[in-house]
């Protein structure tokens, strides 16, 4: 898809010529200026003609993966551009009356046969019309009437073919990245090109994920010399490579690497697939609930006296049982909260569900086995005066047992009332009765302002009320803003930057005038070839007023509301009047002999006759309709019958065996939809519409339903949901934290509900 702006946005006058073959002039807008014609074709002939060649020494172009839709009767490719009008000619745009004439008139009527001035088709080479709203951008619009000659952008569609098959797959993607590799260095000095391809996105995400690769490690890095840094409790430069616990933060932050690829292990083998954001999310949130628990436990070492008589072992046992519980309470609660999650009919939520849920739940087993086992080793060494990470090297003990006697010395004179060493009171200490690991513990910054400032402030009798009031009246107020938060994730937001895709984005907002296809589809259970079934869904005269065409025509009418900005044409109508009997050259025409179809572009047509002399549609039996619609879904459009269907509706109709219809479909064209909430309303307002469609056709006794998809659709189906999702996630999760906690906390269903209310 390319959206091509011209530099010069001037307008400028051009001579066209009259069907009378007289010359006038007309003010065309930037779009039709000569140069930038010439530039933006050439563009296009090159990406519809440079080759690739794979390892394999196969050649790869368009012709070879695009969309063909009278294939094999016409080969060329479903390329939607302005330069249609005149089949890519380039030398026609040489002369500016030649292309402007044409242009007025295709504009005018995009089904043209033969323009009056140059006696030229408008039709497409692939053989289909081109929609003036389909290539033009940002024209004005006069009283509901658009004025395409004022454009200010030129758009250009090329229609790929998304096979199942994985060798065309394959060849689709590498033409893709060839051609955005080719169009990220293309510069012209007529205009700039705003561009994207259906991998585009894909790409982009995964540029960026690649980057965040260096994010994952720097904040890792970070996280360590954190914890090195803070879990240390340093007394003097002198004792640095004693207290700090640079070996401690490596086994923090490794133990949490290896519990999420544990858990990818583990649903791996469970072959449960792995997502982009498992590897991007949850690395983060289970180092920010891994490194909460190992502050918890080591600082509650730091904290502790140890007991006389009492070993290393025995006194890490006695914090840990303390400690535990706490720990315990939190990562199950977490864990189980995050495999309800995994409840949810959102895939991918429910694949992060999983792997975080598990993830925090190896972590916690980790840290209780293999990291109590590491700080109960460091405790030692820090008791032996052993550097951090260099354990074979210690200082002399004489020298730190000396500086802890008179630490311990210093304190307890102090606790004394004793100013002066001079005291006629011997003080006598007792060797077995120094702490040798905490005689230097000091309390941190934090800690003093928590324990001293934060803690007598908040008990306050005064204040411990007010903080309740303003819990709950933030609490109301959130939840009576809740009907204004704005569900959906804005597609600009998910690209890096420096991304080509932002550009694009922005000037398919300012230039585009439709949004994507949208097709409504009738699923099977209705007998077409029946005329009172066949008046439910067709738009023509003698239709049903509630048919599925012209309500949906009808809302067509209402693109603000309805998200539906334009409805084709049916197939059932153009079929009806290729199968009538009309003019001297009737579309629908067997050989006498062979009774095989007899195309209006057949040579030898002598020895053909008409199909039906029916002229009106109730006169067409059930017999023709059946025995002729294949033909029609194979006829291509001509100047003599512009109704062949294989252009426009060879893929609308699904036939069974090549006899009945089992379903078929109606196209148009969304509104322009630009945020994540236009999207999200454009597929509600589809549902809605087919909806009430069904329902009119059930009241009229066909028990037919219709449904619209466009390919948009699976990626926001989530959101219409959501909100109920998003409840019943909160509950579920809620109820399992309160039921935890109750068990935990031995049975105190007060305190359960506390927690319970404030996390949620």
Request: proline residues 4%; hydrophobic residues 40%.
């Amino acid at each position: 898809h390319l959206i091509l702006v011209p530099n010069n946005q001037n307008n400028i006058d051009l001579k066209y010529k009259t069907p009378f073959d007289a010359e006038e002039k007309h003010t065309f807008g930037p779009v039709f200026e000569k140069n930038f014609l010439l530039d933006a074709l050439r563009l296009q002939l090159f990406i519809e003609n440079f080759n690739i060649t794979k390892i394999t020494g196969e050649i790869i172009n368009l012709n070879n993966i695009c969309f063909k839709p009278l294939e094999p009767d016409n080969n060329y490719c479903t390329i939607i551009s302005l330069f249609q009008y005149h089949q890519n000619n380039i030398t026609f745009i040489l002369n500016e009356s030649f292309y402007s004439s044409q242009y007025l008139e295709c504009m005018q009527s995009p089904l043209t046969q033969q323009t009056k001035t140059f006696q030229r088709t408008c039709m497409a080479k692939y053989g289909g019309p081109i929609d003036p709203y389909m290539i033009l951008g940002s024209f004005p619009i006069n009283d509901s009437v658009p004025d395409y000659t004022k454009a200010q952008a030129l758009i250009i569609t090329i229609t790929i073919n998304n096979k199942r098959d994985s060798t065309q797959l394959e060849n689709a993607l590498l033409w893709e990245k060839y051609f955005l590799q080719y169009m990220k260095t293309y510069k012209s000095k007529w205009f700039n090109v705003k561009y994207r391809a259906e991998r585009s996105i894909e790409d982009e995400i995964e540029r960026e994920s690649k980057s965040d690769i260096k994010t994952v490690v720097i904040s890792y890095m970070i996280m360590f010399f954190y914890i090195a840094i803070a879990l240390g409790r340093i007394r003097n430069l002198k004792n640095i490579l004693i207290d700090m616990k640079v070996s401690l933060g490596i086994a923090g932050v490794i133990l949490v690497a290896l519990s999420v690829w544990a858990s990818i292990g583990i649903f791996s083998y469970m072959r449960i697939p792995t997502t982009l954001i498992i590897f991007e999310v949850i690395p983060f949130l289970v180092l920010a609930v891994g490194v909460d628990n190992i502050f918890i436990l080591t600082q509650s070492i730091q904290r502790d006296r140890r007991l006389i008589n009492e070993d290393v072992e025995s006194q890490i046992g006695r914090i840990v049982g303390r400690v535990g519980p706490a720990m315990l309470l939190t990562s199950v609660s977490e864990s189980i909260a995050f495999f309800l999650g995994a409840l949810t009919p959102m895939p991918a939520v429910r694949l992060f569900s999983l792997y975080a849920g598990m993830s925090v739940l190896i972590d916690f087993l980790l840290q209780i086995t293999i990291f109590i086992s590491l700080i109960t080793l460091d405790q030692k060494r820090t008791i032996q005066n052993r550097f951090d990470i260099f354990y074979c090297i210690k200082i002399s003990n004489k020298n730190n047992h000396e500086h802890n006697r008179w630490k311990w010395f210093k304190k307890n004179s102090k606790n004394n009332n004793i100013n002066s060493l001079e005291t006629t009171t011997p003080i006598t200490i007792e060797e077995n009765k120094i702490d040798d690991d905490n005689t230097h513990e000091i309390d941190g910054f934090l800690y003093r302002i928590f324990k001293y400032n934060y803690a007598p402030f908040i008990m306050n009798d005064y204040i411990r009320p007010l903080v309740i009031f303003i819990f709950f009246t933030w609490l109301a107020t959130s939840i009576a803003l809740i009907p204004y938060v704005k569900i959906g994730l804005e597609q600009n937001i998910t690209m890096a930057k420096d991304s080509y895709m932002i550009e694009y984005f922005s000037a398919l907002k300012q230039y585009l005038a439709v949004g994507p296809p949208v097709y409504f589809i009738i699923k099977p259970g209705i007998n077409y070839a029946n005329i009172t079934a066949s008046n439910m869904i067709c738009s023509s005269a003698g239709c049903s007023s509630q048919s599925i065409a012209n309500q949906l025509g009808i809302a067509s009418l209402y693109p603000a509301e309805t998200r539906i900005s334009q409805i084709g044409t049916t197939w059932l109508d153009d079929y009806y009047d290729w199968l009538r009997h009309r003019g001297s050259t009737p579309c629908c025409r067997l050989y006498e002999n062979t009774r095989e179809f007899c195309s209006t572009n057949s040579v030898s047509h002598k020895n053909c006759h008409v199909c039906t002399r029916s002229t009106t549609r109730e006169n067409i039996t059930q017999e023709e309709f059946q025995e002729y619609l294949p033909f029609f879904l194979k006829d291509n459009p001509n100047i003599k019958c512009a109704k062949g269907g294989h252009a426009a509706h060879g893929s609308s109709v699904n036939l069974y065996r090549n006899q009945s219809i089992e379903t078929s479909l109606i196209m148009g064209y969304h509104s322009l939809l630009i945020s994540s909430n236009d999207f999200i309303d454009a597929m509600q307002q589809a549902y809605s519409l087919t909806s009430n469609i069904t329902n009119i056709l059930k009241n009229s006794g066909y028990d037919i339903e219709v449904f619209p998809y466009s390919i948009f659709y699976v990626f926001y189906e989530q959101y219409l949901t959501i909100w109920h999702d998003a409840f019943m996630n909160l509950a579920i999760s809620a109820t399992a934290i309160f039921i935890v906690t109750f068990i935990l906390l031995g049975l105190d269903i007060i305190s359960a509900f506390i927690i319970t209310l404030t996390i949620a």
